[in-house]
């Protein structure tokens, strides 16, 4: 029942914003089902593999899916996915969170004034 | 589209996947900016993040399956729920206008910015550092 919840959680989430809803449902696995931190990480990847896949379906149904685009980013990024799931078994990864956190507010900044 | 904004793509997209699979996401926090920055609008934007997190989290899952973190059947259960709400969340994307999915993802990127410095921050006296 506490994955069903999860699970519909990040469902919104997902397709409100676009993204996997890795972000709820990783704190969620680790807090609310005990999870441990790198199965939380592992499982939720899984899991967004079916949210996105219904996500595709439902805007490509309204038109919004652009499969150029997407192979543009996403290809990089299956192998970025491959270097960041091996650093994650050996690295404390503080310095490169820092960078993230830096690099998504940039972002955020750029997306308000634009 | 301009060279640089193609390089600025592919950049952008290995982060998110390095992203990806450092925390168990799927990497849409920045695929979706990126887009926006190729030209698309935002839920263009937002349905073509879901279609790149694809590749993104199979090559995640694999590896960790390999490592052995993988808990398959609670994955599913999980996924399976999900969809569900994936309906009720892209009605709202598409009901709302643009420019406010834009602000609140833009609060979005704050928030997670936020959230990864304190799970970082927890988790460091449980992980002393590596040699």
Same mark, same amino acid.
């Not at chain 1, 449902?25 to 990480?41: D, H, S, Y």
């Not at chain 1, 685009?69 to 969170?97: E, F, H, K, M």
């Not at chain 2, 168990?24 to 990126?34: E, M, N, T």
């Given at each position: 029942?506490?994955?069903?919840?999860?699970?519909? @959680?990040?469902?919104?989430?997902?397709?409100?914003? *676009?993204?996997?809803?890795?972000?709820?449902?990783? %704190?969620?696995?680790?807090?609310?089902? *005990?999870? %441990? #931190?790198?199965?939380?990480?592992?499982?939720?990847?899984?899991?967004?593999?079916?949210?996105?896949t219904a996500g595709v379906v439902v805007y490509a149904?309204?038109? #919004?899916? #652009?499969?150029?685009?997407?192979?543009?980013?996403?290809? %990089?990024?299956?192998?970025?996915?491959?270097?960041? /799931?091996?650093?994650?078994?050996?690295?404390?990864?503080?310095?490169?969170?820092?960078?993230?956190?830096?690099?998504? /507010? @940039?972002?955020?900044?750029?997306?308000?004034? /634009? | 589209?301009?060279?640089?904004?193609?390089?600025?793509?592919l950049v952008l997209g290995v982060a998110a996947g390095?992203?990806?699979? =450092?925390?168990?996401?799927?990497?849409?926090?920045?695929?979706? $900016?990126?887009?926006? !920055?190729?030209?698309?609008?935002?839920?263009?934007?937002q349905g073509t993040s879901l279609l790149a997190i694809?590749?993104?989290?199979? &090559?995640?899952?694999?590896?960790?399956?390999?490592?052995?973190?993988?808990? $398959?059947?609670? !994955?599913?259960?999980?996924?399976?729920?999900?969809?569900?709400?994936?309906?009720?969340?892209?009605?709202?994307?598409?009901? =709302?206008?643009?420019?406010?999915?834009?602000?609140?993802?833009?609060?979005?990127?704050?928030?997670? &910015?936020?959230? =990864?410095?304190?799970?970082?921050?927890?988790?460091? $006296?449980?992980?002393?550092?590596? $040699?």
């Open positions: 029942m506490r994955l069903v919840a999860i699970g519909l @959680v990040a469902g919104v989430f997902s397709a409100f914003f *676009g993204v996997g809803g890795g972000i709820v449902a990783v %704190p969620l696995l680790i807090l609310v089902a *005990g999870l %441990p #931190e790198r199965a939380a990480t592992a499982t939720s990847l899984m899991a967004i593999a079916i949210t996105a149904y309204r038109g #919004e899916v #652009e499969l150029g685009y997407a192979a543009l980013v996403g290809l %990089p990024a299956a192998a970025g996915a491959l270097a960041g /799931s091996a650093w994650q078994q050996r690295i404390r990864a503080s310095t490169l969170t820092y960078g993230f956190a830096v690099l998504l /507010s @940039v972002l955020g900044v750029w997306l308000l004034a /634009s | 589209m301009t060279a640089s904004t193609i390089v600025l793509a390095v992203l990806a699979g =450092l925390f168990g996401v799927g990497g849409g926090i920045l695929f979706v $900016p990126a887009l926006v !920055a190729l030209g698309l609008g935002q839920i263009e934007a694809l590749p993104t989290v199979l &090559a995640g899952t694999w590896n960790q399956r390999r490592y052995g973190n993988l808990r $398959p059947r609670t !994955a599913v259960v999980l996924g399976v729920a999900s969809i569900a709400g994936v309906e009720i969340g892209a009605r709202l994307a598409t009901a =709302l206008p643009e420019a406010t999915v834009r602000r609140l993802f833009a609060l979005l990127l704050f928030a997670v &910015a936020v959230h =990864l410095v304190w799970r970082t921050r927890r988790q460091e $006296p449980r992980y002393p550092e590596s $040699p």
